[in-house]
């Protein structure tokens, strides 16, 4: 923990507001205005070192990308990749998941990213599980109407427990693989924690799920 506080890290990332953005909750439905286009903007939760969302850029530079992550000393490592490579479609937070609707409209974003999320495999830190249902309830108030939500996960039991809360929920569970490297999907960008765990030999599982069906 005293590792995730490190001053410097924070000095840094008030040194480049124009990639970490400090003032989220005034760009709340104007993130069009700063990117300067209608493109979708998708978000990563829990981006860590930034390398997804960084080759995501670099693939898809039609799509806007913001990175969301908690700690300081974990971001700066997203924000030197985005130094380097001066992408224009990316932008990063330091925040906390939980003030989502904060920081942008109702339907404001086309798609969210859960990439290896923090299990917290205990039952008592259930709440603090970016699958809980009370973080599900801020993803259907920002996603658009046709918005959906990636994840992918080592974890054999979160991976379990996000697609029973998903569908509990009313998301639609629109693709289900539990073996993604052995499967036939292309254009999969590997995350680190990804990189790190396939390595191992650890079986890599994905979803993709759609917003609730709106009542008419
Ligand atoms: C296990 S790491 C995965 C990092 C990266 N997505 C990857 O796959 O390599 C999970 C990250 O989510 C961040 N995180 C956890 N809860 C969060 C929250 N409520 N809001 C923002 N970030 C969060 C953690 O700080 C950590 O960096």
Redesign the pocket.
């Known amino acids: 923990m005293r590792l995730r506080n490190k001053p410097w890290a924070k000095d840094k990332i008030a040194a480049y507001p124009q990639y970490v953005i400090p003032d989220p909750e005034a760009r709340r439905g104007r993130w069009h205005e700063l990117f300067g286009n209608d493109r979708p903007i998708h978000i ?6 930034g ?2 969302i960084t080759e995501m850029a670099k693939l898809h530079p039609d799509v806007n990308f913001i990175g ?4 300081p000393s ?1 971001l700066v490592s997203a924000l030197d990749k985005l130094i380097e490579s001066e992408l224009p479609n990316v932008r990063l937070l330091n ?4 003030d989502l609707t904060s920081f942008f409209a109702d339907g404001e974003i086309a798609r969210i990213y859960l ?4 299990p917290w495999p205990k039952k008592r830190h259930e709440k ?1 599980r ?1 699958t809980y249902r009370d973080f599900l309830a801020l993803y259907d108030r920002i996603l658009s109407a046709d918005g959906d939500i990636h994840l992918k996960t080592d974890n054999q039991s979160f991976f379990e427990y996000s697609l029973v809360s998903l569908s509990q929920y009313g998301f639609v569970l629109a693709a289900v693989q539990l073996d993604l490297h052995r499967s036939d999907i292309v254009g999969n960008v590997m ?4 990189e790190k765990f396939s390595a191992k030999g650890n079986r890599i599982y994905r979803c993709e799920a759609l917003r609730p069906p709106q009542q008419s």
């Open positions: 990563e939760i829990g981006t860590g070192k390398k997804f969301i992550e908690l700690y974990v925040a906390n998941a939980k990439n290896f999320s923090d603090r970016l995350t680190e924690y990804e």
